[in-house]
């Protein structure tokens, strides 16, 4: 079995604040206060909150005070008053022998609500496995959340033999993988030069490195509508990642990743690649059939 390395889909990059242009419609990544006319008020207690239930990950589900004032930004005196008001409302859950906290099933039933009706992913689960079955390959959707990818579902065939980690809710760095680079193609470029400003002051010395690939990366979806990172990161791994962009939703990005032995270049562009965009595209046309 082999484990996808850190560097290529591994924990979640930045979750610093990310307050975007009214015209790309971004959320703010943290409690700061945003600026201008159109920006609307922001209830700082609630956005405090969210940003704190935001610090949770399935790689550091167990957090302490200090680790979440550096990680949110909050001071620690305000975290500890917002984290005694979110485990008597059950959204936290309180450990004192580890005088740490984690997350209740009071926000699992949140996150359900979100996602157990979309049609997008009801109808993206069929498609998904169909592709890994026929293709033996491991397939993931995701979409993004500030300068993050979130995995909303994933499928595998028996014969992918691949254990990646990829649950849903995982978060992956936009910057650091093909399925980032695919859905920074896919968004307007106003946009799109807004997040990639945001990468760059966060990624300091690996910036040109980051901003050599995200380049190729998306140069190549627009011209072949998927890109690819064959053994880059690991040599036993393939991925290629396209886009799907469906009206009145956020965009997603559709990817597989299998064994780069049975993933080489030639199958990937004669055959993966131009599936993946043709599976995106199916699903494109039976979500607006479904709405």
């Known amino acids: 079995m082999t484990r996808l390395p850190p560097p290529a889909l591994a924990s979640a990059t930045t979750r610093a604040a990310e307050a975007s242009p009214p015209a790309v419609h971004t959320e703010s990544a943290t409690p700061r206060k945003r600026t201008g006319a159109s920006a609307g008020p922001t209830v700082m207690p609630l956005a405090r909150a969210l940003s704190i239930l935001s610090a ?68 993206a689960r069929l498609e998904m496995q169909a592709f890994a079955d026929k293709n033996e390959t491991y397939v993931v959707l995701a979409s993004r959340d500030r300068l993050d990818l979130i995995v909303l579902e994933t499928c595998a ?31 307007p470029e106003l946009e799109r030069f807004y997040l990639l400003g945001n990468v760059e002051r966060k990624a300091g010395r690996d910036w040109p490195h980051l901003r050599r690939r995200m380049s190729e990366g998306i140069s190549q979806v627009h011209e072949t509508g998927f890109c690819m990172s064959l053994g880059e990161w690991e040599p036993e791994l393939a991925i290629v990642a396209a886009p799907l962009t469906i009206p009145d939703h956020t965009p997603f990005v559709l990817a597989c ?35």
């Open 56 to 123: 949770f990950t399935p790689q550091e589900p167990w957090l302490g005070n200090q680790e979440i004032a550096l990680e949110t930004g909050i001071p620690a005196p305000t975290v500890s008053r917002m984290l005694r008001s979110l485990v008597a409302l059950g959204y936290l859950r309180h450990a004192p022998e580890r005088r740490k906290y984690r997350l209740a099933a009071t926000v699992l039933s949140l996150g359900y609500a979100a996602i157990a009706h979309s049609s997008v992913q009801r109808l």
């Open 257 to 291: 990743i299998g064994r780069s032995a049975r993933m080489g270049r030639a199958r990937v562009q004669r055959e993966l690649g131009p599936r993946l965009v043709a599976a995106a595209l199916a699903l494109q046309e039976q979500a607006l059939f479904d709405e």
């Open 157 to 187: 065939s028996r014969e992918a033999s691949i254990d990646l980690k990829l649950a849903v809710g995982t978060r992956l760095g936009i910057a650091s993988s093909p399925m980032g680079w695919a859905l920074l193609a896919a968004l």
